[in-house]
């Protein structure tokens, strides 16, 4: 249990910020920062732990985002049952997604531009069926009632944000502290040696894919019923798929944390880009870049690993198991 | 026969148009070291490559403890017993010693905390115990070695393919690494290793196997083998076994 601590502590902490604050610009930015999060919280599980650079999380934000709004819209259907039904869609995606590139050993760059194509595919389909609105985009009905998955003020959505966080690091951290999880680093450090000792690859690739489609897509359906709206763009397009990798790379890629403090760092930083430029179009993007470039080339295990450097080395925990169980 | 753990038939593997493997047939008997040597370039580690389930062969058959193997996949013959070291290291690099080790472990043991444990048991078999929670990153061409040793000795194999780990040590590492081979033998796991360090092929290994252009060309004891005329020339060249004798008889 010791190993949870930490997740306890940081969640204790934030869900006392709507005592402190009642703003709206506060909570709101807050929410986005722990959405992204979330997202990136999928990416890290497939791309930090497993090496699995996807470049299309969009597929599953969107589609969790879209199958929750379509089943309330066009099925009245309840937007909480709505959100299991979003979060089980990602995960299908990623099963279809994983097992095809996986099954063909796509590597690297191979497989980080065939989530692309996947992702950007979904993105023109959803632009165009009727189901998704098309052009028009889907408007979810505003019914400000708890049972509908929906607020009056900001603080329930972050809670109820920081519970799909909270409840993303419980998940991380068990995968941490487990076979899976070992084998899924031993993956990304390397495949063949992994093979050779009994990894089945395929097997864990295709799990820790749909472990990270299902996160992901959670913050899809949150996003939904937060915005109440979504068009081709914004559940499908690039900006979520860069997001959710832009935030576990600057917090610190393959870290628990990470997502979570990058997320934070990266809207802090769009945020401020906007009240200095006004706004320009692309300019938050233009200094995304110059993050990345930045952060992998000066910091590769990003903030969390910077840290971990300053933190003298008998402060750490240890990683030698204090007790065995037979 | 019955009681051969590894039998190989008539294996051949073509790479476009160079035949690396050329119906390469012999035996491995069940608690013995056979080394398997041979020119570079023979196709040793495309043998083993091919027996590991990395490669499949063009033809020919693999029986393994009396199961045809031919084609499994690595993964499905690490848990049925068969484990291989890489001829070039290939740590985790990012992991610890001990992580890396835990992966192997992990074959058996599903629990973190008992794979962990059992790494540590591993390590201090080869002789990594004073380095268990140092990132293998760190660790020397000696000391890599050794961590591919551990890793396939966690999974509890009983088939041992070792590719060259005595290659690129230096004579005093050698000296500490062959008990450790032979240390593995005596807990009844069967080693087969591709070796160049000749001094070690004949202290270590009961059976030799000699390789040459994808062919098996000698088979026996070191000294028979090394006495060889075929394997003499495979080594030198055409007709340096009877400039050796007729040299022999001059001096």
């Not at chain 1, 999380?57 to 099925?75: D, E, M, S």
């Not at chain 1, 937007?79 to 995960?91: H, M, R, T, V």
């Not at chain 1, 509908?148 to 959505?157: D, G, L, T």
């Not at chain 2, 848990?79 to 070291?85: D, K, L, N, Q, V």
Request: hydrophobic share 55%; charged share 15%; with cysteine.
């Amino acid at each position: 249990m010791k190993t949870y601590l930490p997740i306890f502590v940081v969640v204790a902490v934030l869900a006392l910020v709507p005592f402190v604050t009642a703003s709206n610009v506060v909570l709101n930015f807050l929410v986005v920062t722990l959405l992204i999060a979330l997202a990136g919280q999928g990416w890290n599980l497939l791309g930090g732990y497993g090496g699995q650079y996807s470049f299309g999380h969009a597929a599953f934000f969107g589609t969790g985002a879209y199958v929750t709004a379509i089943l309330q819209v066009q099925y009245g259907i309840n937007a909480w049952f709505g959100l299991l039904i979003g979060i089980a869609a990602g995960a299908l995606v990623g099963i279809v997604i994983g097992a095809l590139s996986f099954r063909w050993g796509l590597r690297g760059s191979y497989f980080s531009l065939v989530t692309l194509a996947f992702a950007e595919v979904l993105r023109i389909v959803a632009s165009v069926a009727p189901i998704t609105g098309a052009g028009v985009g889907t408007l979810i009905k505003l019914d400000l009632r708890p049972e509908a998955f929906q607020f009056q003020s900001r603080a329930p959505f972050y809670w109820i944000a920081l519970g799909l966080v909270g409840l993303s690091l419980i998940v991380v951290r068990g995968i941490e502290n487990s076979r899976f999880g070992a084998y899924l680093v031993a993956i990304r450090e390397n495949e063949d040696a992994a093979r050779a000792l009994g990894v089945d690859t395929f097997s864990v690739k295709l799990a820790a894919m749909i472990v990270s489609a299902a996160i992901t897509a959670a913050a899809g359906c949150f996003y939904a019923q937060y915005f109440l709206f979504l068009d081709a763009a914004i559940a499908y397009g690039t900006w979520i798929s860069i997001d959710a990798l832009l935030a576990p790379i600057v917090g610190g890629v393959g870290t628990l944390f990470g997502p979570l403090l990058g997320a934070l760092i990266i809207k802090m930083l769009g945020e401020s880009t906007k009240l200095v430029t006004g706004g320009a179009p692309g300019l938050d993007l233009a200094i995304y870049g110059l993050l990345l470039i930045a952060v992998v080339g000066l910091a590769p295990r990003g903030i969390a690993g910077l840290l971990s450097a300053l933190v003298p080395r008998r402060f750490r925990p240890p990683s030698v198991p204090e007790h065995h169980h037979g | 026969m019955a009681e051969m753990l590894l039998r190989i038939y008539a294996i051949s593997k073509r790479f476009g148009g160079l035949l690396a493997v050329d119906k390469a047939s012999f035996n491995v008997r069940p608690g013995r070291i056979t080394a398997l040597i041979g020119p570079n370039g023979a196709g040793k580690t495309t043998l083993f490559a091919i027996i590991s389930g990395f490669l499949t062969p063009d033809e020919g058959r693999i029986v393994y403890d009396g199961a045809d193997i031919t084609g499994a996949a690595p993964h499905m013959l690490a848990r049925r017993g068969i484990a291989r070291t890489f001829q070039i290291v290939q740590p985790f690099a990012g992991l610890t010693v001990r992580e890396n080790i835990a992966v192997g472990a992990h074959l058996a043991r599903p629990n973190r905390v008992d794979a962990l444990a059992a790494a540590g048991e591993v390590a201090y078999a080869v002789g990594l115990g004073t380095q268990l929670e140092q990132s293998a990153a760190t660790l020397t061409v000696a000391g890599r070695k050794r961590l591919e040793l551990a890793r396939a000795l966690a999974t509890k194999p009983r088939l041992v393919l070792l590719d060259e780990v005595l290659a690129g040590l230096n004579p005093s590492e050698i000296r500490d690494m062959v008990p450790v081979i032979r240390k593995i033998a005596d807990w009844g796991v069967t080693i087969l290793m591709i070796e160049h360090v000749m001094q070690a092929v004949m202290t270590l290994a009961e059976q030799v196997l000699v390789l040459a252009e994808g062919r098996i060309i000698a088979e026996g004891t070191p000294q028979q083998v090394a006495a060889d005329r075929q394997v003499i020339e495979a080594y030198l060249g055409h007709g340096a076994a009877a400039r050796m004798i007729s040299g022999a008889g001059h001096g």
